[in-house]
């Protein structure tokens, strides 16, 4: 499938692209017009035109064009991959390899390649009205119309789908357990391996299910536990046994709101006049904890989890891996997580108004963080060292990590952006859209400014400036020029 490719081929068709090698016609340097110059963290170079309107991005083997918001398309024809954005999220189009997705708005989408048994297969959805695939195995086609009639497979959280009329008549099945729903979701006959049960809901409904045996990957026999769920004017009584033939048979049952209570080897749980009273009991964790109610008012003690909480004035839990502490929540959130050799924390002051991160490896001592102060800056320092400032920052902080926004839509705000990489001692610092830059590395200095006209290089051959693109001056580097002698 090859979509992207035709409408990367229309927007280039409009103008809105640089010249597909991405190759200028030399180091010209004009600023906001015009810049073309090396990447800082990486190998490789960035064009830029008009600003953040176009650009074009080479680092190894991957290409970039983009026209900030319309469009960008990557390519790396080494790892046989691709990606498309149409105003970012309305249209996307990934491929990796065979397989590939299309989508518009997350509503009407293609899909397809090879599965991992290497079966060619290939969606079409038009969500919710319209599933199909195709594949090379015809057990694995499907076609549904919604709402009259069709069969989906891997959907909505079952392996397959059966309708007429929907919700008249539904019919589903989860591995071995098939379900036929008449007036979804009123009433239901269900039957699989050792299990029956039926329903006309909310008024009554039963289940059953004996203990069965199942023989695993490696050919070992193993023991299904079975269950009897039973519940009446539902959610006010349920009652049920689930785990039974096993080393973990648990007992649940509720009246609401004055009682439920839950039963098992591991853990006791006791609730009256739900939700206002709990009592927790967790012996296999070695905590106890009281609700009054959750989650409001929490208190646990013991080995496993320490909790005080008064939502929403404060609360600190902790346990051996976690932490987890409010102050006047949203206004203040902090989040760690220690799991050797990661050590992860953060903070949040009123969700992504500013969020700090920081996250180490203790057995190397690396670390890595990022801030965002939403919405005047994001800054950012992986493990490697290397270092990115971005002001302003709209979306970042709501989005973070997403590599749609940082391409799509970063360039059109990131009004200052600087970098510096630890292992090359290169540096670079950018001002509206390079109307001033400058850039370091150990052996050379670059500085342009006002769409290029004044620049100034200094590098092993001396000191070059240039005033409206004219030299005005040159200095030869003495040990340069014994050098050539």
């Not at 997705?101 to 899909?111: N, W």
């Not at 927790?280 to 013991?302: C, Q």
Request: charged content about 20%; glycine content about 6%.
């Amino acid at each position: 499938m090859h979509v992207a490719r035709y409408l990367v081929i229309i927007c280039l068709g409009l103008g809105l692209s640089l010249p597909l090698n991405g190759r200028s016609a030399g180091p010209l340097h004009a600023g906001f017009l015009y810049d073309d110059f090396a990447l800082t963290l990486s190998p490789g170079h960035r064009a830029e035109v008009l600003g953040p309107l176009f650009d074009f991005e080479q680092k190894e083997s991957q290409r970039q064009w983009a026209a900030p918001p319309l469009f960008s398309y990557t390519l790396d024809q080494e790892v046989d991959y691709e990606e498309f954005d149409l105003l970012y999220p309305l249209l996307t189009y990934d491929r990796f390899g065979e397989e590939y997705r299309f989508q518009i708005f997350q509503l009407f989408s293609f899909s397809g390649g090879q599965s991992v048994q290497e079966i060619s297969r290939h969606r079409f959805t038009l969500f919710p009205l319209y599933f199909q695939q195709r594949s090379a195995d015809p057990t694995n086609n499907y076609t549904a119309l919604m709402p009259f009639y069709g069969r989906i497979k891997n959907h909505f959280f079952r392996d397959e789908i059966y309708f007429i009329l929907w919700p008249g008549y539904i019919q589903s099945r989860k591995r071995d357990v098939v379900t036929d729903n008449y007036l979804y979701p009123v009433f239901h006959l269900r039957h699989g391996d050792g299990l029956h049960g039926w329903q006309v809901w909310p008024l009554v409904g039963n289940e059953h299910k004996g203990v069965t045996t199942k023989t695993d990957g490696f050919g070992d026999v193993e023991t299904v536990g079975g269950h009897d769920e039973f519940f009446a004017l539902w959610p006010i009584f349920s009652n049920q046994k689930t785990g039974i033939g096993t080393e973990l048979p648990q007992k649940q049952q509720a009246l609401l709101p004055f009682y439920s209570l839950l039963r098992s080897p591991p853990r006791d749980s006791s609730t009256y006049l739900w939700p206002f009273f709990t009592y927790i009991d967790e012996r296999e964790k070695k905590y106890h904890e009281w609700e009054a109610p959750w989650p409001f008012i929490v208190f646990a003690r013991g080995e496993g989890k320490t909790t005080t909480r008064f939502w929403p004035l404060f609360s600190q839990a902790h346990s051996e891996t976690l932490e987890s502490n409010f102050y006047l929540w949203p206004i203040y959130k902090y989040n760690r997580q220690h799991a050797a050799p990661s050590d992860r924390e953060r903070t949040r002051i009123l969700f992504f108004l500013f969020s700090h991160i920081t996250e180490k490896n203790e057995e190397t001592g690396d670390a890595m963080q990022r801030t965002d102060f939403w919405p005047l800056f994001t800054t950012r320092r992986d493990f490697n060292g290397n270092q990115r400032l971005q002001v302003l920052s709209l979306l970042e902080p709501i989005l973070p990590n997403n590599k749609s926004v940082e391409r799509d839509y970063s360039p059109l705000w990131s009004m200052w952006r600087s970098e510096k990489n630890a292992q090359t001692g290169a540096a670079s610092q950018s001002l509206l859209w390079n109307l001033y830059r400058h850039t370091t590395t150990p052996k050379a200095k670059k500085c342009s400014l006002l769409f290029g006209l004044f620049q100034y290089q200094s590098d092993a051959e001396g000191k070059r400036c240039r005033l409206f693109y004219v030299p005005v001056g040159k200095t030869t580097n003495p040990v340069n020029e014994q050098s050539k002698r």
